[in-house]
Nanobody
Framework: VQLQASGGGLVQAGGSLRLSCAAS????????MGWFRQAPGKEREFVAA????????YYADSAKGRFTISRDNAKNTTYLQMNSLKPEDSAVYYC????????????????WGQGTLVTVSS
């Protein structure tokens, strides 16, 4: 599986962005998909995850109420809608895929995209 993240950019605090993660491969619908982020000088941290059928979603506390993860298995794409963005949301955002993952554990995902940069200005 190859993953391609896109949709990052520069936005003012309070604004919104929608990230997309396009996947190749016929088994996309079998994977749990996750979004992680990494700010300069910090460790990669979990943001959100969604199970293969979209029935279960997981969010980091920092994302709850502001971010929404979704997926379209027909398009092999996962989305992260980010609203009410804050400067502390600035980071490189990565999408990841895996079977039988612990949603918040980066090392349980097998495949990673290249990342897309989100910068939130104050």
């Amino acid at each position: 599986v190859q993953l391609q993240a896109s949709g990052g950019g520069l936005v003012q605090a309070g604004g919104s962005l929608r990230l997309s993660c396009a996947a190749s491969g016929r088994t996309f619908s079998s994977y749990t998909m996750g979004w992680f982020r990494q700010a300069p000088g910090k460790e990669r941290e979990f943001v959100a995850a969604i199970t293969w059928g979209g029935g279960t979603k997981y969010y980091a506390d920092s994302a709850k109420g502001r971010f929404t993860i979704s997926r379209d298995n027909a398009k092999n794409t996962t989305y992260l809608q980010m609203n009410s963005l804050k400067p502390e949301d600035s980071a490189v955002y990565y999408c990841a895929a895996g079977y039988r993952v612990f949603p918040g554990a980066a090392n349980s995902y097998s495949y990673w995209g290249q990342g897309t940069l989100v910068t939130v200005s104050s």
